[in-house]
């Protein structure tokens, strides 16, 4: 029997997009082409792979798990490149990221135009996700790499990146505006905006106050937000206020620092990490990836910022975090 890698890679192709036209045009070739190379595989076999007669196609049991082990047939050849690679010291290939919304914004821009102009044949695939689900495509191989807070399973390794202060950020009229520096003990939680449930960030925010932050039910206005932006502008137009990683402040005009205020004493800080399984290969993409990070950090944050880290710790009722 002699099974094509082609073969292999048309059939994944379908079963992505359940649609051979489709499947079709993402593989550069005519639909007649692809269906002809599929239909010659289910010969080869003497099973159908998918049933078309469903509208979206759709694989017959069988198919599932031929379809299943072509997918790991691609993922080991695809290993075998990344090693040879790797000993030529070619910085080369697809990097598939997961990055959390409280770091993407702010993150991103900084490095990732400079990183694929440095090496141009390299590819970043991005998602932006919450940590949870960043830690699930990791675990099915449909991420390489994680861009995130720990901690994190055994399972994955962590590379440290940096580490960013939690900040405090008021409306203009707020009472705690003219302190230099405010303390946990100063602030009222009726006062302060919250990203919704399910966003780690806002879990590490109760652990820096002591508590959980229940939804304020004697306001006149209710609102959980899944952005730090949507935040921000509230209180600028609002009362109250909001904590916010160091790095989002960055590059703010003097009028919006005003309102911005440190912690005193030892400061609460969240460290960001690459996280990635431990028997990933593509040592050097991964190499000039922290590189790059590192050095587009901006000078107030060092990778061994002062502080106290938070030790977050997953709710066990929630299943997305960050």
């Not at 192709?13 to 051979?20: A, G, I, L, Q, T």
């Not at 790797?86 to 990097?95: H, Q, R, V, Y």
């Not at 003990?185 to 960030?201: A, P, Q, S, V, Y």
């Not at 600028?236 to 206020?241: A, N, R, T, Y």
Request: glycine share 6%.
């Amino acid at each position: 029997m002699n099974i094509t890698i082609t073969q292999l890679e048309y059939v994944v192709s379908v079963n992505k997009y359940r649609n051979f036209a489709k499947a079709a045009a993402r593989c550069y070739i005519t639909q007649p082409t692809l269906s002809m190379q599929i239909k010659k595989l289910e010969q080869q076999l003497g099973i159908l792979i998918f049933d078309r007669s469903r509208k979206p196609v759709k694989p017959t049991k069988l198919g599932e798990k031929v379809i299943a082990q072509a997918i790991k047939s691609l993922e080991s050849l695809s290993k075998i490149q990344e090693i040879i690679q790797d000993s030529k010291g070619e910085i080369a290939g697809g990097l598939r990221i997961g990055v959390i919304p409280t770091l993407a914004p702010y993150l991103l821009p900084r490095f990732v135009t400079k990183l694929v102009k440095k090496y141009p044949k390299t590819q970043l695939i991005i998602e932006e996700l919450l940590s949870d689900q960043i830690l699930d495509r990791l675990d099915n191989d449909h991420l390489d790499i994680g861009i995130m807070v720990p901690p994190v399973s055994s399972m994955f390794k962590s590379i440290p990146l940096f580490r960013e202060e939690f900040m405090l950020y008021f409306s203009s009229n707020h009472k705690l505006k003219s302190k230099k520096e405010i303390a946990v003990k100063d602030l009222d939680t009726n006062d302060m905006w919250l990203l919704k449930e399910g966003h780690c960030f806002r879990d590490q925010v109760e652990l820096i106050c002591g508590k959980e932050l229940e939804q304020q039910t004697t306001r006149s206005i209710q609102f959980e937000s899944g952005s730090l932006e949507t935040l921000k502008n509230i209180i600028d137009h609002k009362v109250g206020f909001t904590l916010l990683p160091q790095l989002a402040t960055v590059g703010w005009s003097v009028k919006e620092k005003q309102r911005l205020r440190r912690f005193t004493g030892e400061k609460p800080v969240r460290e960001v990490c690459l996280v990635l399984h431990r028997g990933f290969l593509k040592e050097g993409l991964i190499k000039v990836l922290t590189e790059e990070i590192i050095a587009s950090l901006p000078r107030e944050i060092a990778k061994g910022a002062s502080g106290n880290l938070v030790k977050w710790k997953p709710k066990s009722d929630t299943t997305a975090k960050k």
